[in-house]
Nanobody, 124 residues
Framework: VQLQASGGGLVQPGGSLRLSCSAT????????ITWFRRAPGKDREAVSCISSDDGSTYYRDSVKGRFTISRDLGKNMVYLQMNNLKPEDTAVYYC??????????????????WGQGTQVTVSS
């Protein structure tokens, strides 16, 4: 499996960004892809997840209503649309896969394939 994240950048508070994750090489039709982030001095945390089979999703509470995860199976892509960004969203964002489903809260140790990170900076 190969994952490649892109789309980060510098944006003002209230702005938007769309992250993309190219995900190829799966040998199963059942997999979950999660966006994690790591802010300076903090642990990695799950931001959002989508399951391949039924499209079920997970969002952490702090991004609900602002972020939307989606997938394009034909293009092997997963997207994270981030609106109304806040300074506390500043972090390196990673896409990762491993489990077949998102579960109630994705945990980093459950994921064994990671893409390189993409920096998101929210600042005026």
């Amino acid at each position: 499996v190969q994952l490649q994240a892109s789309g980060g950048g510098l944006v003002q508070p209230g702005g938007s960004l769309r992250l993309s994750c190219s995900a190829t090489g799966f040998t199963s039709n059942y997999y979950a892809i999660t966006w994690f982030r790591r802010a300076p001095g903090k642990d990695r945390e799950a931001v959002s997840c989508i399951s391949s089979d039924d499209g079920s999703t997970y969002y952490r509470d702090s991004v609900k209503g602002r972020f939307t995860i989606s997938r394009d199976l034909g293009k092997n892509m997963v997207y994270l649309q981030m609106n109304n960004l806040k300074p506390e969203d500043t972090a390196v964002y990673y896409c990762a896969t491993g489990p077949m489903w998102c579960g109630t809260e994705p945990r980093p140790f459950e994921y064994d394939e990671w893409g390189q990170g993409t920096q998101v900076t929210v600042s005026s």
